[in-house]
């Protein structure tokens, strides 16, 4: 590693810092708003310790900072690759190749046992349960889901996020946002459960 600057120590201390406290790494946001200066005055920075070997980071990501050579940070804490599926199309696999775009680390002692899967949002259809247009949602892989459950389903060949509910003879997938009619269907696969979100604020 070559020598750092002092304000390169002081970004690089933060990041280390963070990581021992949240057991994950702050989002270029965060590093901005700490030194009070722009996202791209904070992207400079890491782009800097990066390029010294301070830190291996991918900075199209979230939260995807790694402080080389200084195992001790994450020893306590194992993390887990969620793939972050694109549209997910009928008949396919929901894990087959075709529908990843890219994964997503999630602290290990976030998950319970179970397959899991991340999928962008969309749209406003669910807002008025706090899940927001380019939020990551973290799916647990299942097929079934209970009366209230916010599920990820796949209907006509469309894959949508809507609030489960079970009718005597059919299924009710409900929008949290007034402007959207519920979907009523016989022909449902429920792919999933949400667990939680991710949201990134720059």
Do not use: W
């Amino acid at each position: 590693m070559k020598g750092l600057t002092v304000r390169q120590k002081e970004v690089l201390e933060y990041i280390k810092t963070y990581i021992r406290t949240y057991k994950y790494p702050p989002t270029v946001r965060e590093v901005a708003d700490h030194l009070h200066v722009s996202v791209k005055g904070a992207y400079d920075h890491l782009k800097a310790l990066q390029k010294k070997q301070a830190i291996q980071c991918n900075l199209n990501r979230s939260r995807a900072i790694k402080v080389l050579g200084d195992g001790d940070l994450y020893q306590e804490e194992q993390y887990r690759s969620i793939p972050i599926l694109g549209s997910v199309a009928a008949g396919k696999p929901l894990f087959a190749e075709e529908n990843m775009d890219g994964h997503l680390a999630v602290p290990q002692g976030y998950l319970r046992s179970g397959k899991y899967f991340a999928l962008r949002v969309k749209g406003d259809s669910m807002k008025d349960a706090g899940i927001f247009d380019g939020d990551i949602t973290v799916v647990r892989h299942q097929n079934n889901a209970d009366n209230g459950d916010v599920v990820v389903a796949l209907v006509d060949e469309a894959v949508t996020l809507k609030r489960f509910f079970l009718e005597k003879n059919r299924v009710m997938l409900k929008a949290e946002n007034p402007a959207y009619p519920p979907i009523y269907t016989q022909n449902v696969r429920i792919l999933g459960k949400l667990l939680f979100l991710i949201r990134n604020y720059e």
